[in-house]
Every structure is written in C-alpha cells, then in structure tokens.
C-alpha cells in the first residue's frame, strides 16, 4: 500500500469535540506548587449572548492562560457577568414591552427586579455554554456575578470608605441625561449622529414619529436695554436650541471678538420672557460660530454650565431649568408640558409671530450626541448626584506610569490611559435606574444626608444606583478576597490584565485608581490591550447593522433562513430589523457553514488581534481552519502508518538522515520563537499570540507536511531491506517526537484537535509540563537548517523550471550546482523534485537556472532515457508558440492596416486614432513576447541536443 498525506480522511470535528470533553484535553497537567498566575475575562454583560469581539478576547486569554501552564504555573483564570445596569433595564423593558405590553411604570420595582433576574439567570446560562463550547479553560469554580452578595458587601464598603476619605461627595453638576431613562449615562453609552447642513432626523413623539430639525442655527434678536442712538436696537444671538430659550440667565462674548466686544457689559431683554439679561465677557466663546454671541443656558449645556461657574457673580446657585426629566418643557409658561424636541418648531413660530426672529443660518456640519441605549437625544442636565473627585487618584496612576512601574503593550495606548488619567472632572456615580446596586446614602428630614453601610434611623434611603463601572473597578479585588480583613496585598492580585483598546479609560484607569487606593496596591502591573473586531468592510459589529456574529454560528453552523428567523424575533425596532436582515442574506446568501471551535479559534488567531481596528471575514477564515484541522489529522494519519512498521518499543537513538535532524532542529527554533512571541518570561505583558500561532502553524504546514514528511515516503512505501527498516526507524522516531511537542504547543491555540491527536501519539510527552524543557533538550543543528534553506531555495528554481517546460516530475533531471557558500541535501532533491546532482556534469551543455534569493546557479539536463520523450514534448510547445506567433502576426497586419485607413479618413477623431495605436503597440509587444518564447524553447531545445 502506498500511502500519501493528501488522502481523505475520516475527520470529523464532532469526534474530536465529544473526545477532547470525555477526555483529560479541557486542561494539561498542573505542577504541583506551581508559582501562580492570575487574570479575570473581562466580565460580559447580561444583555445578551457573546459575540466575535467577546470571543478573540476569550481566544487570546485563553491561550495565555493555557500557555502558562505549560511552563507549570498554577494558573486562576477567573470568569465573572457584568450586571450591565443601564443595557439590561432597557433590554429588559423592551422585551416586556414586546411579549406582554407592559411598561416599568405598569409594575413595583420588586416585580420589574424579578424579570431583570430571571433574565440574568437565562443569559448567564447561556453565555457559560458559550464559553465552554469555545473550550474557554476559565476557573469556572471561582465565577463571580457583578450583583452578587459578595459585591454588594464589597461595592458598600468601597463607597463608604471612598466618602469617609473625602473623595466621594454629593453636589449639583451638569451630566449625560437620557430622558427616556430619565437617568444619567456615562460617556461611552453616549454616541453621535454625524449630518451635514439643515435636515430632519427621525424621532417618535408620544407614539408618533416625526422629522426633528438638526442643522441650523436660529438667529433670535435680544433688544438692548438702553440703546445708544445710531446703533442697532438688538443683538441676534445664534443657537440650534430654541426650546432652551426659558432657561437663559445671560449672554456671553469673547473680549477678543473685534465685532460684538463693544456689547459686553451690556443688558438685554429676553424676547420672550422679558427678562433683563447682563452680557458678560468670557473666552469661552468662539469667535467662528454664530453670529459671536452666545446665550448662556448653565441648566442645559456643558459649556454654558462651564462659562457660569467662571461667573459666579453672575449666575446665583439657583440656576434656571426649563426640561424636565421626561424631556418636557417646564418654567416655559404657554410651552409648558410640551415635549422638549416638538417645541423646538413653536418655539421658532412664536419668536417670528414677535418680529425677534432673524432667520437661521445653516451649520456645514453637526455632531449629534444620542443615548447608545434608547436612541433618545441627550439631554445635558443639571442634577444632583454622587461624584467622585478622582484628581488625586489620577495623580498617583500617572506617577506610577511616569515612574515605569506600569507598563502597556502596543505602546501606542500608553497616551490614551494618560489622557484619561489627565481628565479633572469627577466621575458622576448616580444612576436613575431600577437595576444595579443602590447607593448606601440616607436623606434625612432636615435634607442632610448619611452615607452608612447600614440602614439610618428616620431616614430615606437614595433610591438611584451606582454607575456599573463602579462594581467593575473593583474586580482585582474582590476576586481575590477583599475585603476580607485578613486578605493583605504585598503584589498585585492579577498578573496580567488583558482587554480591549477600547475600554482603556472606563474600566482599567477606574481599576487602576480605585484598587490602588483601598487595596495599597496596584491591581496589575501590566497591560495587554487587543483591538476592535470589525465586519470585512470595517464597520463596527452592531445588531441593527445584521453584522454580529456569533461564535456559536461560526462553530455549529447556521442556515440563511435561522440567522433571518432569529433576527426577525430580536428586540430591535422592525426598520432596523429590515436594514440588518438585507444585510445578512448579501453577506450570507448560504449561511455559515460549520467549522468547529478550532476552526473559530483559527479564524480569529489569523488576524493581528493588537491593531486598531481588526477588520475580520471570520467566516470564510474559519473554514481554512477547518481544512488545517484536517490537515492534521491526516498528519497523524500518515504517522500511524509509519509507526505501524516499524516496532516503535525497540527504536531508542536510530541514525537520523539529515532531513530527521533539520525537522527536530527547525522544531526547536519554532519553540524558541513561540517561546519569543509569547513573552513568557514577563508573564505575557508583550504576548502576541496570533504571531506565535502563526509561527507554529508555518512549521506545521510547510516544514513538516510540505517538506519533511515529503522526504520520508519512499522508505515508507519501499521494500524491507535493512537499509529501508533503519531509514524507517528513523523516520518513526523523529515522528514521534516531533508530532508530540507540536501537539503539546499547538494545544494552548487551538486546543480540541491538537488534544486528541496529541493524546494517541506513542511516549508521554503530549501535555507535559515540562515541553518547552523537552524543547531545550532537543539538539539545535545549524548547519543543518543553513542547508535545508539552501536546498529548498534550489527545490523552488527546479519547480519553476519544471512549470515553464511543463516538465511532469517523472522526467528525472540531473544536476550540477556552483555555490560557495551553501551546501545542498542530496536526498531531499531526489524526493521533493527528482533531481540527482551529479559534479561531473557538462556545465556548457546545460540549462542554467538560477536559485531564488542566493549567490548560486544550478546547471540542469534531463536524464539520457528521457531526452528523445522530453525533446519532443519541447517541439511541441516550439510548435505551439510558432502558431500563437503567425496569429498575432496577422492581427498586427489587420491593426496596421486598420490604423492606416482610420489616419487616411478626414472625419476621423483624435480618440479613434489614439485607440487604433494602443491596438497597435499591445499587439507588437505580444508579438515580441511571443517570439522570445520561440527563441527560449528553441535554446533549450539546442542545450538538450
């Protein structure tokens, strides 16, 4: 029986799942006592299911993880939920809505936090499958749950302490307002609908949907109080917000402005209020917008809210307010209880109607900020709140930055985690919600309030909740014990912290600050940061956009009409359903077909995880990760036959032939780049396990597939004479300790296939701990790989010789290589390109081929019994070429002749001409093109003669 590497196969990736989760594959061998390491998977929320961005961060810690244990680490990788407050109240309240119509005013809070519960329950249900089925080796044990009893001691602690030291307080500020929520958000749950000039934007209204104006700058006049004859009796002050106009306390112009600093210490009449408004200077104002006056609206707008706490004998504490927390107009006499964005337009009617409207002037350009979660436009609003002065704790960060005690890998992020830490603002801590962990503060009657971890006699507790980043911030510790009295940090908890780019300032900065002042450390001392999964054509992965994937399809497969049937039931408003649902059947005529976690894992690993941005077509990715799987099982395949002839007990030390110990050295200087890539000496902080895949998977498919097993099947498919038996024991030998130290070292990467091929190899090396000490062990031959590369560069010159003469490999060649400098395997020419060298050979009666990338010609003849067969195959092209040249002979007649007439003709025009030329000119150069092919074969046709 002859036996090839290219056979089918009997692979199955089912086999090998089911076996890998019977099996010992979920985990190798743990080092008793090992020195430990530590990280936490960024806790997903329990909105929903994972996604692909959710999944390279499990495949890339993961690999860390799993990596480390086999240098015998005792390693802890800790899985946790998010309770994700704001994400899973409104995903929640859609849902209610859908199924059952049912609002959150329709219910008590303990019925509405029952649904939340139950829904968390089913999504952390959900999501562990998800990372078991991705073959995550998470310390499933030592879970946590952002809500759970243990946070909330924790988190009550944390705030009570954090106010006990001053840095939390309580204080009216201007924050992120959703209306629809009628809560505060954080910046990042806040985006931006980018439009250029004056258009409508679609927004529903009391049931209703309607065109909201965006765009344009209304120009409303503000009669001056005491005009001075000559001059106009108004100042038009521009502003996209007309229904703020109730709240205006002052106008504002920049002392610099040439045009309009002549008004300032002026007073103007409100033109709807009639109020007597001062105007002040303040540089705040910017001289290229508007009209260079600015209405000063502190209730409702960050830099109005900015430009007054510069004034404050100005603008009194008691700042006006004319929006609501639903977003409706109050203090707005005949607009009151008018819904804030539908006013905008009554309010312009009304300015008009009194002669003080000027028109509006259009903006070229407009950032809309709008809630991430409903959709509903922001609404700044002054509020009072809990905040957290964070300036001294930044401080501290920055110093350890500044001083090398924290570093950050790429580097390139270094700057973002600065510029955060730079920021002095405090962290707004409140939200308005039902969902999430309620602030351990009490009002009492004469409106003071207790900050207590227990209840307050004669007093109400605040009902609003933390901001969920709190609860994050906190997870280096209370996964490791905290704040238990007798858990102690002398290092930091965590090893390595290991997320995405993204996230930089609103979780690692807050862990960063918060652990280092209530645990008197830093939780990590190093920061891994990977970029954003992104759709093939880069767009940011988004439900409404039908680009989300997930990892489960990629592994199990999904058909067009389920990815549509699901989609249809989701909770997304029915024109963005119709928008992703266009979108998946362009992307997805067929679905996804199946490739098994390895083939996920694959996909993703094939991609440079640390880039800004990884644009990703995982789907077609993961199907080359299947047929790498199936590669390796036909490895193993071939290795079986192999070690069925041989009597793999009795081999000990055989001979090894120059390709057995090329092989086993290139497989050290695998390992020792891994080894490399992985940073294993600095506990990951600089890991790049797409390139240490990378690395492993090109000694896997072109060293060892490609070259190596290549060289062995002659000796497997020969007879039994005692020189073929050695060779084969040889062969056997190198198999077996090449294929398990790849399997062992693969299995961190793509663990289900490399598992349960690594297990049926013979001796008891898969797993081991002690593999990158095996690796050490493994003899580094130089010289060898120097002429195995010089060879398979000659094997790279022979193949293209082979493809031009269109020289089937049966037809034996002889040759003779000039090289000072490298030396060439003999053997591995025979077998790869069926090449005998031979010094003696007539270098003037040769063909010369030059070797690819090295000082050296190889000088080649066919074998004498094969000369007249390969002449005549040589005559053949000869005459091929001869006929492919008297074709473009006459079409060049024709374009000549053509040309000519086309010149001859009066009413010809210049472009007819130009194109006949090129004609020309393309068909003499194919013409040349052609003949040099004549002469060449005829050249080598002489050299064979």
Known sequence: MRVSLHRRSGFSVDTVVRSYREGSGKRPRIAAGGEPFRMILPPPNVTGNLHLGHASTVVIQDAICRYQRHLGRDVTWF???????????????????????LLRADMDKDEFLRHCNEWKDSRIASITSQLQRTGASLAEDQSYYTMDERFSEAVTHAFCQLHSDGLIFRDKRIINWCSTLRSAISDQEVDFISIEGRQGVPFTINGRQRHIEFGALHLVRYALVDPIPGEKVYVEVATTRPETLFADMALAINPNDPNNSKYIGRRVKHPLTGTILPIIADEGVKLDKGTGLLKVTPSHDFLDYTIAKRHPEVFKDDYLSCIDESGFLINANSFNSQHRLAARENVVSALAEQNVYGGF????????????????????????????????????????????????????NIQKLVDWLSYSEPWCLSRQLAWGHQIPAFKKADGSWVVSATPVPDSERDSDVLDTWFSSALIPLIVNGWPNKDVKFTSPPLNL???GHDIIGFWVARMLILCRHLGGVLPFDKILLHGLIRDSNGRKMSKSLGNVIDPLDVIDGISLSSMVER???????????????????????EGMKAAGPDGLRFALLRHDLFSEDVNASIATTAQEGLKFCNKLWNLDKYAEIVYSKVDLSSVTDPPLAIADQWIISRLRSTLERVYDLMDAKNDCATAAPHLAFGCLKDFLLQDLCDVYLETTKSAINDDNSPDVITRRNAIAFTLQRVLSVS???????????????????????????NVFDEAANLPKNTEAEQNMAFTLAVVSAVRSIRAALDLPRRFRLIGSLQSETSNAVDVVLEELVNLQLDSSLDAEHSMPVAVPGRDAVLYVQIEESQREDLIARLNQQVDRALHREELLQRTLDKSVQMLQQIEANEKSKPPAIQKAVRRVRQTESSLDSAKNEVTRLRKIVDQIN
């Not at 899985?79 to 119509?101: N, Y």
């Not at 062992?744 to 090396?765: A, N």
Request: charged fraction near 25%.
């Open 361 to 412: 002037m259009e903006q070229p350009t407009a950032q809309i900020p709008v809630c991430s979660r409903t959709g509903d436009f922001i609404e700044p609003k002054l509020h009072d709140q809990w905040f957290l002065d964070c300036q001294q704790l930044n401080a501290t960060i920055l110093d350890d930055i500044n001083n090398g005690r924290i570093s950050i890998f790429p580097e390139g």
């Open 743 to 769: 399997f062992t070292v693969l299995e961190p990467f793509m663990p289900f296939v490399s598992t349960y091929l690594g297990q049926k190899q013979p001796g008891d090396i898969f797993n081991a701990i």
């Open 567 to 589: 989609l249809r039931e989701s909770n997304l408003d029915p024109k963005e359903i119709v928008t992703a649902e266009k979108d998946l059947k362009t992307r997805f005529p």
């Open 497 to 499: 912290m290991e997320t």
């Open 79 to 101: 899985p946790g939920f998010d309770h994700a407050g704001i994400a899973t109240q409104t995903v929640v309240e859609r849902k209610l809505f859908k199924e059952k119509g």
